[in-house]
């Protein structure tokens, strides 16, 4: 029996993949720096390696589109700050991990605008709900959620205090990183990232922690 059709249907799958995944490294690029909603079929195409309409049968619509790119970014955003520290042990570790894996991530501009879900999330802020406005909402609830895992985590271990609430200290986490992205990006801050490191290292330390384990340098 011949295998010749699924094989070609195979390896139009695999080509199909990765000229999507090639699309959407574009695509996150663009939108970090003009926004989703800078996004088009005619824009993108000039970047990327495929025609408008080509662009088109991949994502269907501008919304599909922007729904692919937040869920790419997502991916991207996991292995340059999750990843990284997973090997840490859960609790306090892992949190200090994530935090300068965060701010590596930041500083290296995986990102072209910087953060991508900092830029989404203002362009977005006042839009009418929607599933792409729902896109961004959920990812930044899931990433205030694994952090607030991981200081409950830390609390369990008695790295921190019992008496921590972990939402007031995501927030203030979440509050130095957002400020030490868009300073270094719009005010082009060089100490930006230092300080966001002291700030989070300071707020843990108040919240319990041993000094040692979250080194400031």
């Not at 859960?90 to 500083?107: E, H, M, N």
């Not at 896109?135 to 008695?158: F, I, N, P």
Request: aromatic share 6%.
């Amino acid at each position: 029996m011949s295998t010749s059709a699924p094989a070609a249907t195979d390896g139009r799958r695999l080509r199909g993949d990765r000229t999507r995944r090639a699309v959407l490294d574009r695509a996150v690029q663009a939108a970090s720096v003009e926004g989703l909603e800078g996004l088009t079929f005619g824009s993108l195409a000039a970047v990327a390696p495929v025609n408008k309409s080509g662009i088109a049968g991949l994502f269907g619509s501008k919304e599909g589109l922007q729904l692919a790119v937040v869920a790419h970014a997502r991916e991207v955003f996991r292995a340059a700050v999750v990843v990284p520290a997973l090997d840490e042990e859960p609790g306090l570790a892992r949190l200090w991990g994530t935090v300068l894996a965060w701010l590596d991530y930041s500083r290296a501009r995986v990102f072209d605008g910087g953060c991508f879900f900092r830029a989404v999330a203002t362009e977005v802020d006042a839009r009418t709900p929607g599933p792409v406005r729902e896109a961004v909402v959920t990812a930044l609830r899931d990433w205030d959620a694994y952090l607030v895992r991981l200081v409950r985590e830390g609390v369990e271990r008695g790295e921190l205090a019992g008496r921590t609430d972990a939402e007031q200290l995501v927030f203030v986490v979440d509050a130095a990183l957002d400020r030490a992205d868009l300073a270094s990006v719009l005010l082009d801050d060089p100490a930006a990232h230092g300080r966001a490191r002291r700030a989070v290292a300071d707020a843990l330390v108040a919240a319990g922690a041993s000094p040692a384990a979250v080194p400031v340098a």
